[in-house]
C-alpha cells in the first residue's frame, strides 16, 4: 500500500499568515492527489485533485502543488475559519490512501 | 441542490450485519463512480469500497473484503453497502462520496454528511 505522510501534524499560525503542509507519498503517484478539508463534526470538503486543481467552489487562497512523491498545500491570508484539519490522499494505486492529516489552528 | 444522503447506521453486536444506503439528487447519478470512505471516531480517513457507473466494477480495502459489498441502484440513484460479519473495528462514521471523472476517478467531489456505524456488544 502506498503511505502518505504528512507534515506537520499540527501547526498553529495567525491570521493573515501563509502557511504551507506537506504531504509525502511513499513511492510515486504522478500528479494522483487530492486534498481535504474537515472541520469538527463536520463532513470532509474537497479542496483540490490532481496536485493543484482546485474543485469548484473553493477560494483561490488554497493552492496545491507537487508530482511524484513531493506535494504540498499552501493556504494564504489564513483566517479564523481556516481552522480544520488537512487531509491529503492518493488515488493512483488502490487502495486509495489518505495522509494522518494535520491540524491547524489559528491564533 | 446536489446532495448525498446516507441512511441505516446504527448500533449492531459483533458479527452482525447491516446496509448502508445512499440518496443522490441534483446530478445525473448514473454518469459517475461512487465511493464509500468511513472515519473511526477520533481518527483519520480511510477509503473502503468504490463502485463504477454501470455497477460492473468494484474495489474494496483489504480489511473488508469478503464482508463488505458495495452496490448501486441507477433507476433509483442511489448505492448501498452491505456490510456482514461486522467488528468493533468497523465502528465510524460511514461517508457516501462522488468521485471525480476521467482520469481523476479515484478522487472524490462531494460528501454525504455521514451515517453512524457502532458494532459493540
Known amino acids: 500500500d502506498i503511505q502518505m505522510t504528512q507534515s506537520p501534524s499540527s501547526l498553529s499560525a495567525s491570521v493573515g499568515d501563509r502557511i504551507t503542509i506537506t504531504c509525502r507519498a511513499s513511492?510515486?503517484?504522478?500528479?494522483?492527489l487530492a486534498w481535504f478539508q474537515q472541520k469538527p463534526g463536520k463532513a470532509p470538503k474537497s479542496l483540490i485533485y490532481?496536485?493543484?486543481i482546485l474543485q469548484s467552489g473553493v477560494p483561490s487562497k488554497f493552492s496545491g502543488s507537487g508530482s511524484g512523491t513531493d506535494f504540498t498545500l499552501t493556504i494564504y491570508s489564513l483566517q479564523p475559519e481556516d481552522s480544520a484539519t488537512y487531509y491529503c490522499?492518493?488515488?493512483?494505486?488502490?487502495?486509495?490512501?489518505f495522509g494522518q492529516g494535520t491540524r491547524l489552528e489559528i491564533k | 441542490e446536489v446532495q448525498l444522503v446516507e441512511s441505516g447506521g446504527g448500533l449492531v453486536q459483533p458479527g452482525g450485519s447491516l446496509r448502508l444506503s445512499c440518496a443522490a439528487s441534483g446530478f445525473t447519478f448514473s454518469n459517475y463512480w461512487m465511493t464509500w470512505i468511513r472515519q473511526a471516531p477520533g481518527k483519520g480517513l480511510e477509503w473502503v469500497a468504490n463502485i463504477n457507473q454501470d455497477g460492473n466494477e468494484k474495489y474494496y480495502v483489504d480489511s473488508v473484503k469478503g464482508r463488505f459489498t458495495i452496490s448501486r441502484d441507477n433507476a433509483k440513484n442511489s448505492q448501498h453497502l452491505q456490510m456482514n460479519s461486522l467488528r468493533v473495528e468497523d465502528t465510524a462514521v460511514y461517508y457516501c462520496v462522488r468521485a471525480g471523472s476521467g482520469r481523476n476517478v479515484g478522487s472524490f467531489n462531494m460528501w454525504g454528511q455521514g451515517t453512524v456505524v457502532t458494532v459493540s456488544s
Open positions: 513511492q510515486g503517484i504522478n500528479s494522483y
Open positions: 490522499q492518493q488515488y493512483n494505486y488502490y487502495p486509495l490512501t
Open positions: 490532481a496536485a493543484s
